[in-house]
């Protein structure tokens, strides 16, 4: 330390990281995700999940969810720096813990197998609300909604039954109750 | 019907509307719509640089010395890459400016066409906002739009990239009415009760200090005048940080000097043994910090910024004020004058223990040096320069390194907007454009660029820009023949391998100001120094002085690198007489 040959200071001492999950409502206009994405990226922050669509057509409103990790003081950075962006309209940000907020992701699973594994496969996706998109002799696609750690689980457990291809979005939140975001 | 114009005619009406005077710029292939109307609209008047970068710099320095934004036009491919520097210099220092880009025609865009490149794309992360224009009808709004977001809340470049064929297509225009309202990203968001914690702050401190930056000087000269009669009515000590200088008088007893890296031991110390600080326009910057765990430890901070994103980045502060300096300071003396009337002489006895250990670190003499009647010393040819211009409202700009921090320590500023220097991204060849668009601006001031040699080479080619619009900048180098912070930081540092940092063919700097047809001067001793400065002081035409100074002088005082602010590194003389200990030896 005392020996450093750096111009700069060294990095302090590590932080506990939380989860959080930031959502950012945006004019939907070209390079409007770059500017949201490049922003992460240029300043070192993390994005586990990122799901994004227009959600007012007639506003050209965009919602994007962004799954994050940080320290308290980069979760306010990520927040402070969102809001000053020209085409955001205003950032919410929820911890993963908390419980007045709904997460979900979607995945698709398509599995290749005989009938009898199928019908296992569909039998152990039955608590994520399977719907089954697609059904052949030995194949068939399965949508389930869930939170992430499941859906990890689920990929990796499914295997024995025939799992081929597993197709995932990212996380999109919503509060509970009647309240909205303001 | 109304009347149509052309994508290009509206750009001027567009600038025209914006009072925009002056634009600094390089002509090429998918901009020619745009030089084609030039010569169409009389109220602006088009600089022609000979690189893209110094229209950059000068349409910073430009900015820097007005308040106003700078505008530069350059075409798109190699005209748009030339201009990143100076737009990331512009981002870092908070410098409002307007780029306007060419770019290849609509069908062409994605095509890999001839000098096509991703301009909104590659300096999407170094400005405030970009647009691309696709249609015609929304040029006009664009570029009002870009002005707002370039001079409101903290200000910094943007740009408008302009295809070819939106140039030459025709829309209506509406005339533009200017109304000053913030683009709602930066109001001011502090409250009454915000102003009575700092007062009560102030009232209770009994070892204060003022941390002033460059968001003083940015919200405009009244906000200098506010902070000068807070300070006056507190009676407490103030430091400004690099971009800071100006906004407080440097010959005031009050004024500790600078602070950070190349600091004075009185600001530093100061600043690490407070207990109330208060960061008006600052940032705590890296080189203003040192090593954040002991950035003075025993205070309580204040900071007023208009960017909450500020806020907490590097320091957790106490109390963060949010807006406007200007405004805040306005709200904070109101009340303090209300409520705290006679407060500098009440309050005098509180912060006396204080002021007398501010004096002990003064008495120290940070920034004194080691003479000689042999060699000119840097620090002399800076403090001979100011003697002999202080009486001028002189306007000073500089390149990156030694020079500029002696620049920094020995030249004493007193008012706002006459210090240009590049501070947060550090660009050497800043200097001699900058002063090309100071000069621009204040046509009949003195305008010096103080510089390095290895500096000013980089942008050298701008002395032909000054030579054309007969702009009589002085560029006034320090010429060691080293990069000089670079083998400083290898002196100390790295063993003494002065690795690449020689320039062994310098050119002759005077012959090469007769070959750009402007004066060339050179001082060798300290004995003639004076008569050359003041030689160049006379002419009134641009002047390259080539002043050559001491190969080995080193900037002190300095905080190494990961060392807090008590643990300065002072000058040869501090050196000699406490003889470096094992302890000492590490640190550099």
């Known amino acids: 330390m005392a020996n450093s040959k750096s111009a700069y200071s060294s990095a302090g001492k590590k932080q506990k990281l939380d989860t959080h ?49 940080g320290t308290p003081q980069v979760i306010d950075q990520i927040k402070l720096q969102l809001k000053k962006l020209v085409p955001v309209h205003k950032v919410a940000d929820f911890k993963r813990e908390d419980k007045n907020v709904i997460f979900k992701e979607m995945a698709l699973f398509k599995f290749v ?51 081929v291809s597993v197709s995932r979005t990212g996380a999109v939140a919503m509060t509970r109750g009647s309240e909205i975001f303001k | 019907m109304p009347k149509l114009y052309s994508g290009a005619e509206i750009v001027f009406k567009c600038l025209e509307d914006q009072n925009v005077s002056h634009i600094f710029g390089y002509p090429g292939g998918a901009v020619l719509p745009i030089y084609d109307e030039l010569k169409n609209f009389n109220s602006v008047k088009h600089i022609l640089v000979r690189h893209e970068q110094g229209a950059g710099h000068a349409a910073e320095g430009y900015a820097r010395s007005t308040g106003k934004p700078g505008v530069l036009l350059v075409t798109s491919g190699p005209g748009a890459t030339n201009a990143v520097t100076a737009l990331t210099d512009a981002y870092m220092d908070s410098v409002p400016l307007v780029c306007i880009t060419g770019q290849v025609p609509t069908h062409l865009i994605g095509t890999d066409a001839f000098q096509e490149c991703d301009t909104t794309g590659i300096t999407r992360p170094c400005t405030k906002h970009n647009w691309l224009v696709k249609d015609v009808n929304d040029l006009a709004e664009v570029i009002h739009k870009a002005f707002e ?123 690490y043994s407070c207990d109330l600080m208060i960061n008006v326009g600052a940032r705590f910057d890296d080189r203003i910090t040192g090593k954040i765990d002991e950035f003075s430890p025993k205070s309580k901070k204040v900071h007023i910024d208009i960017d909450p994103s500020s806020i907490n ?39 006396s223990n204080w002021w007398e250990q501010i004096q002990k670190w003064r008495s120290k003499k940070s920034l004194e040096y080691i003479g000689s009647e042999q060699t000119i010393k840097p620090q002399y040819a800076i403090e001979r320069l100011y003697e002999l211009t202080k009486d ?87 010429n060691n023949e080293y990069m000089g912070m670079v083998r400083q930081w290898q002196e100390l540092l790295h063993d003494k391998n002065y690795s690449e940092s020689y320039t062994a063919a310098l050119p002759d700097f005077v012959k090469m100001a007769e070959a750009y047809g402007c004066v060339g001067i050179r001082a060798k001793t300290p004995e003639e120094l004076d008569d050359k400065i003041i030689e160049m002081l006379n002419s009134d035409r641009p002047v390259i002085f080539d002043c050559l100074v001491d190969k080995q002088e080193n900037c002190f005082p300095m905080i190494p690198s990961g060392k807090p602010h008590n643990q300065m590194l002072l000058g040869p003389k501090d050196q000699k007489e406490k003889k470096i200990t094992g302890k000492g030896r590490t640190l550099v």
Not at chain 1, 30 to 57: H, K, M, P, T
Not at chain 1, 127 to 150: C, G, H, M, W, Y
Not at chain 2, 150 to 174: E, M
């Open chain 1, 21 to 69: 999950i930031i959502v950012v409502w945006v004019d939907n206009e070209a390079g409007v995700l770059a500017r949201v994405v490049g922003l992460f990226s240029g300043r070192g922050y993390n994005i586990e999940s990122l799901a994004v669509a227009e959600v007012d057509q007639k506003k050209n409103i965009s919602r994007i969810t962004i799954v994050t990790t």
């Open chain 1, 113 to 163: 197998a005989n009938n009898g594994k199928l019908n296992k496969a569909i039998e152990a996706c039955k608590n994520f609300n399977p719907v089954i998109l697609d059904k052949t002799n030995k194949s068939n696609v399965i949508q389930i909604t869930a939170l992430r750690r499941e859906i990890d689980n689920m990929s990796k457990n499914l295997k024995k039954f025939g799992l």
């Open chain 2, 149 to 271: 977001v370039a001079t409101t809340g903290r200000p910094g470049p943007v740009l408008v990239d302009i295809p070819k064929d939106i140039q030459f297509q025709k829309a209506k225009y509406k005339n533009f009415k200017n109304k000053q309202k913030l683009n709602g990203k930066s109001h001011n968001n502090y409250s009454q009760k915000n102003i009575d914690e700092l007062i009560n702050l102030i009232s209770k401190a009994k070892k204060p200090i003022f941390y002033t930056g460059g968001g003083v000087i940015n919200s405009g000269t009244k906000a200098s005048e506010l902070l000068r009669e807070l300070v006056y009515a507190t009676g407490f000590p103030i430091t400004s940080t690099l971009q800071g200088l100006g906004c407080f008088p440097a010959d005031d007893n009050q004024f500790l000097g600078m602070l950070g890296m190349h600091g004075t031991y009185e600001a530093n110390n100061a600043m």
């Open chain 2, 313 to 351: 980045k590097n320091v957790k502060v106490d109390l963060a004020i949010v807006g406007d300096i200007k405004s805040v300071l306005t709200s904070t003396l109101k009340t303090f004058k209300k409520t705290k009337k006679n407060f500098s002489k009440s309050n005098k006895f509180q912060i």
């Open chain 2, 392 to 478: 001028k409202d002189t306007y000073i700009t500089t390149e990156v390194g030694q020079h500029q921090m002696w620049a920094a320590q020995h030249y004493k500023f007193n008012k706002p907007n006459r210090w240009m220097t590049s501070g947060g991204l550090g660009t050497m060849g800043y200097g001699l454009p900058a002063a090309v668009g100071v000069q621009i601006a204040h046509p009949k001031k003195l305008v010096i660029d103080i510089a390095g040699e290895a500096s000013v080479l980089m942008t050298m080619q701008e002395m032909s820009t000054a030579v054309q619009y007969n702009l009589p900048i002085k560029i006034f180098i320090l």
